[in-house]
């Protein structure tokens, strides 16, 4: 044994420096957001199948409008912006074991870019693309269009509040946010008017997680 | 002794360092530089009903309501309502959709039930109360409706209103009869379910531990297309959550296979109420 407790300083030493140079400084949000905001051609392949079927989708004036157009016309005119939203979300289990530490660290990214698709000049945002990385397979495919209010307030608050803003989803209890950094502290701004804040309010992210973990705690496990 | 010695220091090495990655997780989401992802809570145990069978599916009696049937028993009813005259011929390589689905919002973050329900079966011109006097009607309690605060949004001043439900109790409330299918509509099911004018609802198991309704409310099957060229099977939902029309991938529909939300997906099926009309 005398040789293991004279490796062992070293071996400690090693194990940290490994560690340290493997986890980026913050580990969240921010290297989704350098990597994704520009995303690269393995996701655009995605998005051009996504673009060409839906002048397809767009077969009636109805459904057009119910994705956001205005008549099924605007299907081949329809165009993405080369700068998606970041999905991230936050579990429901993890709002109901969290103690307040850092906040940023319940943002998992959900696999999941969605892309504004807009029409015509001056450009309109009228509905939207959304891809999904299928880490099995390393590969992207599209997985939905439409939730034009969604994509209109989005890109809305991202012209106005922050150019850099992302989505972050909280499935569990079915909120919205607008997020965005200030600094390090991650800036939620709500979606929908809840019991706790108006929509359109920024609040630090504690605040709203804070609010949250509560509601999480009482879920029964019904549909919400 | 030298041999032994550099053997276990090497081993122990080795344990330190396999430790230390299974700590931090760095799988990579694209092509790119490694990004970790936040270290995940396991899911915690549903609070209702039993857990699931260990292959996945939900255990049958942990579906609450009717007694669950298989998709091949749900698909045998089917063809007997459409052989009755119950629907128009379908093509399932076409398309078809019901308009008279939405767009109402669920008033508030829990009612997704109430709100589902409330849709589905005035899809079929019969009026239904309030989402939030079903509430009360189904929770047994008061001042759900105070105080509204516009007509997408209550917060009700009993908080006891705001809870989660299951659609099958809104359906026994107001005489309406459903099947519980214990897996999802295979692209045949949907199809059919669509052609025999019945909007159905889905519930969505995610891998957090929580549920949610959505509606099917129509189907395309198109392309192929320059980049695709496979024909594209895409369904049509509307979530009252967000007020949104969306069409899914047929793929996106399913999520995860099996009942188990843990996949790629990190959603599945729970259970879909279909062939939702009113009781004779």
Same mark, same amino acid.
């Given at each position: 044994m005398k040789p293991l407790f004279w490796l062992l300083p070293k071996v400690i030493a090693l194990t940290i420096a490994v560690t340290a140079w493997i &986890?980026? +400084?913050?580990?969240?949000?921010q290297p989704f957001l350098d990597i994704y905001t520009q995303p690269g051609p393995e996701v655009f392949s995605a998005v051009d199948v996504g673009m060409e079927t839906l002048p397809l989708l767009l077969s009636d004036t109805t459904h057009a409008q119910e994705l956001?157009? &205005?008549? +099924?016309?605007?299907g081949p005119k329809a165009k993405v912006t080369k700068t998606p939203f970041v999905v991230f979300q936050v579990g429901l289990d993890q709002l109901q074991a969290w103690?307040?530490?850092?906040?940023?660290?319940?943002?998992?990214?959900?696999?999941k870019l969605l892309f504004p698709i807009y029409v015509g000049a001056p450009v309109k945002v009228k509905s939207s693309l959304t891809v999904r990385f299928f880490e099995k397979d390393k590969v992207w495919k599209v997985g939905q269009w439409g939730s034009s209010a969604l994509i209109q307030d989005l890109v809305s608050k991202r012209t106005?509040?922050?150019?850099k803003g992302f989505l972050v989803t909280v499935p569990g209890l079915n909120r919205n946010y607008f997020g965005y950094l200030s600094g390090v502290q991650l800036i939620l701004i709500p979606l929908e008017t809840d019991r706790s804040f108006a929509a359109g309010t920024q609040v630090p992210a504690a605040k709203v997680f804070n609010s949250l973990s509560t509601e999480a705690k009482s879920a029964d496990g019904s549909p919400r | 002794m030298l041999k032994r010695t550099v053997a276990h220091s090497v081993m122990f090495l080795l344990l330190l360092m396999f430790s230390a990655c299974v700590e931090i997780?760095?799988?990579?989401?694209?092509?790119?530089p490694g990004v970790p992802r936040a270290a995940e809570t396991p899911p915690i145990p549903n609070l209702v009903h039993p857990r699931p069978l260990s292959h996945g599916?939900?255990?049958?009696?942990?579906?609450?309501?009717?007694t669950p049937i298989s998709l091949d028993a749900f698909k045998k009813m089917q063809t007997k309502r459409l052989q009755t005259g119950g629907g128009a011929a379908c093509n399932p390589d076409d398309k078809k959709s019901i308009?008279?689905?939405?767009?109402?919002?669920?008033?508030?973050?829990?009612w997704c039930w109430a709100a589902s329900s409330k849709i589905v079966m005035e899809s079929h011109n019969i009026p239904i109360d309030d989402q939030c006097n079903i509430v009360m009607k189904v929770l047994?309690?008061?001042?759900?409706?105070?105080?509204?605060?516009?007509?997408?949004?209550i917060i009700p001043?009993?908080?006891?209103?705001?809870r989660g439900g299951w659609p099958y109790k809104v359906f026994d409330m107001y005489a309406f009869d459903y099947e519980n299918v214990d897996s999802p509509l295979d692209w045949d099911a949907l199809t059919k379910e669509i052609c025999l004018n019945n909007p159905f609802i889905y519930v969505e198991k995610r891998s957090d531990g929580s549920k949610h309704t959505v509606i099917v409310k129509g189907y395309h099957n198109v392309g192929p297309t320059a980049s695709n060229p496979h024909r594209q099977k895409v369904v049509e939902v509307y979530d009252p959550q967000s007020k949104n029309f969306q069409d899914f991938t047929y793929e996106e529909f399913i999520g995860?296979?099996?009942?188990?939300?843990?996949?790629?997906?990190?959603y599945s099926h729970f259970v879909d109420y279909a062939q939702i009309r009113p009781l004779p």
């Open positions: &986890t980026p +400084a913050n580990a969240d949000v956001g157009f &205005t008549d +099924a016309e605007q103690n307040g530490s850092n906040p940023r660290a319940l943002l998992k990214f959900a696999n106005t509040i922050a150019p | 997780d760095v799988s990579i989401p694209s092509k790119g599916m939900p255990a049958l009696s942990s579906i609450p309501g009717k308009d008279k689905v939405g767009p109402a919002l669920q008033q508030t973050a829990s047994g309690e008061q001042l759900c409706c105070v105080k509204v605060i516009n007509k997408d949004l001043e009993n908080t006891n209103c705001q995860d296979p099996n009942g188990d939300p843990n996949g790629q997906y990190s």
